[in-house]
């Protein structure tokens, strides 16, 4: 049965070696032994000042020594973040906390970038505001259509506003990729202009039904928590959406300065 080659390390560990550093380290410390051992040969012929110089200079070589040993197997750390797409099988569950407070001082449309793979994904509003829930909402849909592109296409480069933002197509002669490409580019031109609408406030928000409801009749630090789940992967499949929650804490500052 032919052995199975394991994916590449994402790090290695190279030792840094300096001979010279090394040799310059080891005459200081013979230095210090033989300045203790010349202390402790002549301590009877002199007095207390003697001992005080001891006791210091036996603690100064303490201290050097447990310094120098620290620096003395230097190590350096090359990471090779190209490799990770090899290990991805290998790779734990994660949960991605996304705080967010303000959608006029933290836009929506440089917040929502959802990624795939094995990802839990919680946004927690301290604004609990119905800008960000409907950005996340859109975000979604937009995103259900963008990672099987990424997908399919090798796209490496998973944040959209960084993939658009060049006027240049990229380097694909397929008539299949092209069309593909001018779609999604349109779907997110889309997405960018409803949530840039909703942060102008120019939506018509209905706050009394449907998904929104729980926006109604709240105050921006006064509220009761809420939690929707936008997206959920029930079959925690890899290849699809992670899971996307929604989170606005409770406030309650009439109830805490009452105590």
């Given at each position: 049965m032919a052995k199975a080659i394991s994916p590449p390390n994402l790090y290695d560990k190279v030792s840094l070696q300096n001979p010279l550093h090394r040799a310059?380290?080891?005459?200081?410390?013979v230095l210090l032994i033989s300045l203790l051992v010349y202390r402790l040969l002549h301590f009877s012929s002199n007095g207390f000042a003697w001992l005080l110089a001891l006791l210091c200079e036996s603690c100064f070589t303490f201290t050097w020594a447990l310094t120098v040993s620290t620096k003395w197997n230097p190590v350096e750390y090359r990471t090779y973040p190209e490799r990770l797409s090899q290990k991805i099988q290998e790779l734990p569950p994660v949960d991605m906390f996304v705080?967010?407070?303000?959608?006029?001082?933290?836009?929506?449309?440089?917040?929502?970038?959802?990624?795939?793979?094995?990802l839990a994904c919680y946004v927690s509003d301290d604004g609990c505001s119905p800008v960000t829930y409907y950005s996340l909402v859109e975000a979604s849909k937009f995103a259900r259509l963008w990672v099987p592109f990424c997908k399919k296409h090798d796209i490496q480069d998973r944040a959209p506003f960084r993939y658009f933002c060049?006027?240049?197509?990229?380097?694909?002669?397929?008539l299949e990729f092209q069309q593909e490409y001018n779609k999604m580019k349109d779907e997110y031109e889309e997405l960018a202009s409803k949530i840039n609408d909703a942060n102008k406030k120019s939506?018509?928000?209905?706050?009394?039904?449907?998904?929104?409801?729980a926006f109604s009749n709240i105050e921006r630090k006064n509220h009761p928590a809420i939690i929707k789940v936008v997206w959920e992967n029930k079959g925690?499949?890899?290849?699809?959406?992670?899971?996307?929650?929604?989170?606005?804490?409770?406030?309650?500052?009439k109830a805490s300065t009452s105590l």
């Open positions: 310059f380290d080891v005459t200081i410390f705080t967010t407070a303000d959608p006029e001082l933290e836009p929506p449309i440089l917040t929502w970038t959802i990624p795939a793979g094995k060049s006027e240049e197509v990229p380097l694909n002669n397929s939506i018509d928000w209905n706050l009394s039904s449907g998904d929104f409801a925690g499949i890899s290849d699809e959406l992670p899971h996307l929650i929604y989170i606005s804490r409770e406030k309650r500052p």
